[in-house]
């Protein structure tokens, strides 16, 4: 029992941390424009691909596979605002089933280029470390540490920095903040861009911490979708609390009880939410 609460523990955190950032660029562009971007999933799976890619297919060095996938990923979701969703900026439903409709067409481009079979990308960070008397994979912890530092700079970012601060003004009070001189356009163009980056980051992560395959995408956007909704849509903080709702709760469901069930109880959580706060834990 205890071997059991320690490995919940250790891979809850490891599991939440992956999850928050990929839900971070989700809710930071719903903050700021207040559209549901559902391409952003498509973009952590395009990450781990390009990344996979460059070093396992072209022999490109790690670091620079890294670069390349994070701007390959920030270039198609700059690409998303610029091109499809600045003139239906004010028409949530067309941008949330464009979106949607991109994703399906990054999914079969992958097919295209990369085909049907499973792939298999090596760990960021090889080898095993104990912790609490537990294996825990390098990878891993390489992608909670990761995870972490991208979070601290996206909050130091966005409280700190002037455009982090129109970014906020534009979540509260969009109206207001036009009339005090904030470009939205500059905003959204920058927010696009960071989430983008963050997804690549993530899908280099979440592609080394399961494997590649032209459907990967399915679950970080369900999972996406129920964090934001839980925590409160556009809430950086609510996601932050969400995410390890949601990943503690997968990785009790996965080791305790049975890993066909592991997505089923946070799609509950999200249900009741919706139901009992519909603005979710930290939504205004």
């Given at each position: 029992?205890?071997?059991?609460?320690?490995?919940?523990?250790?891979n809850?955190?490891?599991?939440?941390?992956?999850?928050?950032?990929?839900?971070?660029?989700?809710?930071?562009?719903?903050?700021v424009?207040?559209?549901?971007?559902?391409?952003?999933?498509?973009?952590?799976?395009?990450?781990?691909?390009?990344?996979?890619?460059?070093?396992?297919?072209?022999?490109?060095?790690?670091?620079?596979?890294?670069?390349?996938?994070?701007?390959?990923?920030?270039?198609?979701?700059?690409?998303?605002y610029?091109?499809?969703?600045?003139?239906?900026?004010?028409?949530?439903?067309?941008?949330?089933?464009?979106?949607?409709?991109?994703?399906?067409?990054?999914?079969?481009?992958?097919?295209?280029?990369?085909?049907?079979?499973?792939?298999?990308?090596?760990?960021?960070?090889?080898?095993?470390?104990?912790?609490?008397?537990?294996?825990?994979?390098?990878?891993?912890?390489?992608?909670?540490?990761?995870?972490?530092?991208?979070?601290?700079?996206?909050?130091?970012?966005?409280?700190?920095?002037?455009?982090?601060?129109?970014?906020?003004?534009?979540?509260?009070?969009?109206?207001?903040?036009?009339?005090?001189?904030?470009?939205?356009?500059?905003?959204?163009?920058?927010?696009w861009?960071?989430?983008?980056?963050?997804?690549?980051?993530a899908g280099?992560?979440?592609?080394?911490?399961?494997?590649?395959?032209?459907?990967?995408?399915?679950m970080?956007?369900?999972?996406?979708?129920?964090?934001?909704?839980?925590?409160?849509?556009?809430?950086?903080?609510?996601?932050?609390?969400?995410?390890?709702?949601?990943?503690?709760?997968?990785?009790?469901?996965?080791?305790?009880?049975?890993?066909?069930?592991?997505?089923?109880?946070?799609?509950?959580?999200?249900?009741?939410?919706?139901?009992?706060?519909?603005?979710?834990?930290?939504g205004?």
């Amino acid at each position: 029992m205890l071997a059991l609460a320690q490995s919940i523990a250790i891979n809850g955190a490891l599991l939440s941390g992956l999850y928050a950032l990929i839900s971070l660029g989700f809710t930071m562009i719903y903050g700021v424009g207040r559209v549901l971007n559902l391409a952003h999933a498509a973009y952590v799976m395009l990450g781990g691909y390009v990344y996979f890619h460059c070093l396992q297919i072209v022999g490109i060095p790690e670091p620079i596979s890294m670069l390349i996938a994070i701007a390959v990923c920030a270039g198609a979701s700059l690409a998303t605002y610029v091109g499809l969703v600045r003139r239906y900026l004010y028409n949530p439903t067309i941008v949330f089933v464009s979106t949607f409709i991109l994703a399906l067409v990054i999914n079969y481009l992958v097919v295209l280029i990369w085909g049907m079979e499973t792939k298999n990308v090596w760990p960021v960070v090889s080898g095993l470390t104990q912790v609490m008397g537990q294996p825990v994979s390098n990878n891993m912890i390489a992608s909670l540490v990761v995870s972490w530092v991208c979070i601290s700079g996206v909050l130091l970012f966005v409280r700190k920095t002037h455009m982090g601060r129109a970014m906020r003004a534009l979540a509260m009070d969009r109206k207001g903040a036009i009339v005090s001189g904030i470009n939205p356009d500059r905003v959204n163009l920058l927010t696009w861009t960071m989430a983008g980056g963050l997804a690549g980051i993530a899908g280099i992560f979440f592609g080394s911490y399961t494997y590649l395959v032209p459907a990967m995408w399915h679950m970080p956007m369900v999972m996406s979708f129920a964090i934001v909704i839980i925590g409160g849509l556009g809430s950086i903080e609510g996601t932050l609390v969400a995410a390890h709702i949601v990943g503690y709760m997968q990785t009790t469901t996965t080791l305790a009880i049975d890993e066909r069930l592991r997505g089923v109880f946070a799609l509950i959580i999200m249900i009741i939410v919706l139901v009992v706060r519909p603005k979710g834990l930290f939504g205004k």
